[in-house]
């Protein structure tokens, strides 16, 4: 437990600061709990406050809350109610729990009484709100902690690295349930077997589209319907894994058959890379992002997409049509962590360019940050529309390459100062 007792160490500096920056003399953070669903008595799969999850290493804690005094060690008030309708496990012998005083509590009423702890900030969901409003995610204090999480611990790289070998793991029983002619639920379902989640663990819902529905960026369907092998074009699957409530976010896109669209899943392959190697320390991720489109520009050129240069392309605003989202964004304990489009903990904004409003990381890169690198390549019919006739289209080659829908490539990769570290290869 080496890498996770420095991680606290890390983080408890950092909460120290953060309170004197705001004025605070002291935190707590509660896990969350679930809510019903609407006129109902069932509530949907809970999600935990990400700033818990950032202190207590365990899954699925509800109601439970921490509480942080700079000097002291940190005091985990953590629920474990007696309860004969669900299984109760005991989450306070872990290891972690070396590095907390654990108090275990088995109702509400037996939580201290917040309101009488001087000059402190509650982090937490409004649904149990014992602070008054101003002291309830204060801005000044959010926002120095959710900079200063941008750059991870070693604890915190590990635990993205095995949420990758988890999801690789899936990866590999999606392609081979592809090759087989599988439909898209039950490579979904291969998905899941094979990195032993179930969905509610699954840190976003699986994307997992063949044939023209790459297409659709956000594709939220699995349908149930195979294809006959002479049908089958292509695949994408875009989806992650879990470990310690760190999520992995990997894409990859397959061709059924050799050909021109598996070419130029090739040459996206080795663009990709370039990317890749290009996030060290300092790299202006806007101006990565630009060179996302060059090289997607360039692909789409060899492929005889475009019969302009890829510069050409790109200054003219043509390539947007074809990559219309941005190249990446943090990862940790959320998929889309924090604070992709701020410069300091202050929380000074730096908005995406006009040219590129989907962009969800602005800022130089800065170490140990882990971020995801994912360009992709689209013939999007409704977007296809928008420029019909363009002269530096070739459309016979659109209309081809259409019911293919088409290609993302996504992984995720540590920056350092000189060479990154590629978690997903």
Known sequence: MGLFKNHIEHISAITTAALAHAGYDGLFIYSGHPVNN???????????????????????VVSSVVHFVPGEKP???????????????????G?????????????????????????????GSTELQPLAAEHTNPEKLINYLHFNRIQKTDYEIHCIGEAN?????????????????????EIHMAYL?????????????????????????????????????V?????????????????ADITRTYAYNDGLFAEMIQSMDEKQQQLCQAAVVGQDYVALHRQAHVNISEVLREAGVFTCSAEAAVESGLSQTFFPHGLGHYLGLQVHDVSGH??????????????????????????????????????IPMLMQE???????????????????????????????EDSINLSR
């Open 165 to 185: 070998k988890l999801a690789l793991k899936g990866h590999a029983a999606a392609e081979a349930a592809f090759r087989e002619g599988m439909s898209e639920y």
């Open 193 to 229: 077997q094979a990195c032993a989640h179930n969905e509610h663990q699954m840190p976003y819902g699986n994307i997992v589209a063949l044939n023209e529905n790459p297409s659709v960026l956000h594709y939220q369907y699995q349908s149930r319907e195979r294809y006959a092998a």
């Open 75 to 93: 005091t985990v008030y953590l629920n474990q109610p007696a309860d004969f309708w669900h299984k109760v496990v005991d989450n306070s012998q």
């Open 231 to 247: 049908d089958l074009k292509s695949f994408l699957i875009d989806a992650g894994a879990n470990y310690k409530g760190y999520a």
């Open 387 to 417: 420029i019909a006739g363009h002269n530096d289209v070739n459309w016979d080659k659109v209309d081809e390459l259409i019911p293919y829908g088409g290609i993302r490539i996504e992984d995720n990769v540590v920056v350092k100062a």
């Open 342 to 379: 701020v410069i300091d903990a202050n929380g000074t904004v730096k908005s995406p360019p006009k040219e590129y409003p989907f962009l969800r990381l602005t800022d130089t890169l800065r170490q140990n940050a882990v971020i995801t690198i994912e360009p992709g390549l689209y013939f």
């Open 38 to 60: 609407f006129m109902d008595d069932m509530a949907p799969p809970h999600s935990i406050n990400p700033h818990f999850k950032w202190w207590v290493p365990v899954p699925d």
């Open 95 to 123: 290891k972690w729990a070396e590095h907390f005083n654990v108090k275990v509590v088995g109702h509400y009423s037996e939580l201290p009484d917040f309101k009488q702890a001087k000059n402190h900030a509650w982090i």
